[in-house]
């Protein structure tokens, strides 16, 4: 998030951020609010529930075939989007 603030990007869906209560100008600042916080905690909850439901698809994927950008399969069987 920080690269992407830095260079005047922000990739979060700005109907969470006012749920949150949390403005652009907090991320593009680095303002750790409580507000920003409880977002984190909810983003990253979404994140794992994308995750366990893809999870059971994987196996379903011929080995043969591309790999998701990260180059193979790991990080999604770790639940994970890190590479």
């Known amino acids: 998030m920080k690269e992407d603030a830095q260079m005047g990007r922000n990739l979060l869906p700005l109907e969470d951020l006012r749920r949150f209560g949390v403005s652009e100008d907090d991320i593009m600042n680095s303002r750790a609010t409580p507000q920003f916080l409880e977002l984190m905690?909810?983003?990253?909850?979404?994140?794992?529930?994308?995750?366990?439901?893809?999870?059971?698809?994987?196996?379903?994927?011929?080995?043969?075939?591309?790999?998701?950008a990260g180059g193979d399969d790991r990080d999604l069987r770790r639940g994970s989007c890190a590479s």
């Open 41 to 68: 905690t909810f983003e990253a909850a979404r994140a794992r529930e994308f995750y366990d439901k893809a999870r059971p698809l994987l196996d379903l994927i011929e080995r043969r075939q591309p790999r998701h």
